[in-house]
């Protein structure tokens, strides 16, 4: 049984969140406030935390920053009420590993909430990874969630990793939205892509921007694909 803990403000929002996830079998822990929170978060038994952006004392945000200094496998999502690239942005960051945007269903609470743990950042790159992937003057170590440009070690976020280990294992592929929804985070069908696009952004500005190739390409209205192509002059 795994463990999730909510972490939500609105007394009537956590007591239905939790009651949905125990009645799909979960163990549900919640907390009121961001201090609490982060407490309870680093509990070494703990599987995911959902967590509201707006938080009185310590934000979402916050907490998600705290926990990445201490925690990487702690799987996050985070619920809040605004939509901007911005706020996703930022989120992605700090190492949520997804949103959802209020208001939304309680169904598609628990299914985003299973997909996410059926795919958790381990178990999807050590399933089948090659142990490096060197292309141009990029190299990925997938199981050591490490990545290099050059000499240079590039910051990437578990999610990250996966997604551009996930487009590197097979060049030339074009990866529709739906395939990586499925293969990064375990969404049977993910409605909202736009946490696939904000991911792919992060990946052009951290890995793209110091290297002399590019290597990620958007295939309008479809998807991505992983070429190499040397930068012009």
């Known amino acids: ?5 909510v972490v939500e403000d609105d007394p009537t929002m956590c007591e239905m969140l939790a009651y949905n996830l125990r009645r799909e079998g979960f163990d549900v822990d919640t907390a009121a406030e961001g201090e609490s929170g982060l407490i309870k978060a680093l509990a070494p038994d703990l599987s995911m935390m959902i967590v509201d ?4 004392g310590i934000d979402g945000m916050q907490i998600t920053r705290e926990i990445r200094q201490r925690r990487s496998d702690l ?3 985070m619920l809040t009420a605004r939509s901007d690239e911005k706020v996703r942005i930022q989120g992605f960051g700090s190492g949520i590993d997804d949103f959802l945007a209020k208001p939304f269903s309680m169904s598609e609470l628990v299914a985003r909430v299973k997909a996410l743990l059926r ?5 999807a790159l050590r399933a089948g990874a090659p142990a490096e992937l060197v292309f141009g ?3 990925i170590v997938a199981r050591d969630f490490r990545c290099w440009v050059g000499v240079t070690e590039i910051d990437l976020r578990p999610k990250e990793l996966t997604l551009l ?5 097979e060049p030339g592929r074009l990866f529709s939205r739906a395939e ?14 736009r946490t696939i696009d904000t991911h792919i952004k992060n990946l052009r500005r951290k890995v793209e921007a110091g290297s002399a190739y590019t290597y990620i390409v958007t295939v309008r209205g479809i998807g991505y694909r992983f070429r190499v192509q040397p930068k012009a002059l």
Do not use: C, F, H, Q
Request: cysteine-free; glycine content about 2%; proline content about 3%.
């Open 1 to 5: 049984m795994s463990k999730l803990l």
């Open 119 to 123: 795919r958790s950042r381990v178990e």
């Open 75 to 77: 799987i996050i999502l």
């Open 137 to 139: 003057d990029l190299r």
């Open 53 to 56: 952006l707006m938080l009185p």
């Open 165 to 169: 280990a996930t487009l590197a294992s």
């Open 180 to 193: 990586i929804a499925e293969k990064v985070w375990g969404y049977d069908n993910m409605t909202d892509t």
